[in-house]
């Protein structure tokens, strides 16, 4: 079989991708690759739902309510759920078995090498009707990031858990502009998003791209993306997930192998330092990718926060302090 036979995506999949800066891909996974992720995520908000009912902060805990409506309802009474499941705080089993999904690998390989690293930065999103939060105004992920990664290719995998339409606030992308290089990002009037300046905004004409369940949405660190309004009264949840070559900036325990850089100090510093990536995929140090589900958790868990450069010069958001469950590290 050749190598051409074997890549998932097809060459005019690539080019569209190289060209466009993004790439939907239908039909990567199936329901019972999702289904646990929901299931966790569902598990989670009922322990803390009755957590908080037991302390008589919450009326009651919603069982009534399914998954597409539950937090909403939760939240409207008290916001401690919602921030407590927020971005990459859930390191579950599932969860952990998303990010390593073979089928999803196969792809992030093709695109980013067979020396692959999962990016510490991987979030939830629940996406609720009329929360303030909501919408996320346009940035490029790099915005984010240390700008010594501004050049290396930072995969972003976004992945709806329900059928991601125009309505319920899927994403939009301004194609054709990431090889340009990051443009200004400045604070959004207090909130904990940064954004692109309209002065700075790309011109290029914006796309609507809805993603359905299963599907993918697939986008470079540099490609300038928002999300807008939930207009439904359901729930639009989605995870995001990120890979990178392990020759980029990376803070994985692992070994150094030819071309792959380190910087001063024991620990090279990483993309997003904040957190931890690992090794998920390798031909060439397989016995050092990470395949536990509780050593993922400790990795979470134990990870030393290192500063991330505050690069814009934000007053109101000091991300060196920043922890994954306020939201402040991305948005979409």
Not at 10 to 27: C, I, K, P, T
Not at 83 to 111: H, S, T, W, Y
Not at 299 to 317: A, M, Q, T, Y
Request: net charge negative; charged share 25%; hydrophobic share 35%.
């Amino acid at each position: 079989m050749t190598q051409a036979m074997q890549d998932p995506l097809s060459s005019s999949q690539m080019l569209f991708f190289d060209r466009e800066g993004y790439l939907v891909v239908a039909d990567l996974f199936s329901a019972a690759d999702l289904q646990p992720v929901i299931d966790e995520v569902q598990e989670e908000i009922d322990r803390r739902a009755r957590e908080l009912v037991r302390q008589g902060k919450l009326s009651r805990a919603y069982e009534e309510e399914d998954f597409l409506h539950r937090l909403t309802r939760i939240t409207a009474e008290h916001d401690a759920v919602f921030k407590g499941i927020l971005a990459g705080q859930l390191c579950g089993p599932a969860i952990f078995n998303l990010i390593r999904n073979p089928r999803l690998l196969d792809v992030a390989e093709q695109m980013c090498g067979p020396e692959l690293i999962a990016s510490s930065v991987y979030r939830l999103r629940p996406k609720m009707p009329g929360h303030e939060w909501g919408p996320v105004p346009w940035h490029q992920d790099s915005g984010y990031f240390e700008p010594h990664c501004d050049r290396s290719l930072i995969l972003t995998v976004w992945v709806p858990l329900v059928d991601a339409t125009e309505e319920r606030g899927c994403l939009w992308v301004i194609p054709r502009v990431h090889k340009d290089g990051v443009v200004r990002h400045v604070g959004d009037d207090g909130k904990v998003y940064l954004r692109i300046p309209d002065s700075d905004l790309p011109k290029n004409e914006p796309v609507c791209v809805p993603v359905m369940k299963g599907g993918a949405l697939f986008l470079t660190n540099r490609t300038p993306h928002a999300s807008f309004n939930n207009d439904t009264d359901i729930i639009r949840w989605s995870m995001d997930l990120r890979y990178q070559s392990a020759s980029a900036p990376t803070n994985a325990r692992m070994s150094r192998q030819a071309g792959e850089g380190t910087n001063a100090g024991e620990v090279p510093t990483a993309c997003y330092p904040p957190e931890a990536d690992f090794l998920v995929r390798s031909r060439e140090r397989p016995s050092e990718v990470l395949r536990d589900a509780e050593a993922f958790g400790r990795l979470r868990r134990e990870h030393k926060v290192l500063p991330l450069s505050n690069r814009w010069d934000v007053k109101f958001w000091d991300p060196s302090n920043e922890p994954a469950s306020s939201g402040g590290s991305d948005g979409r």
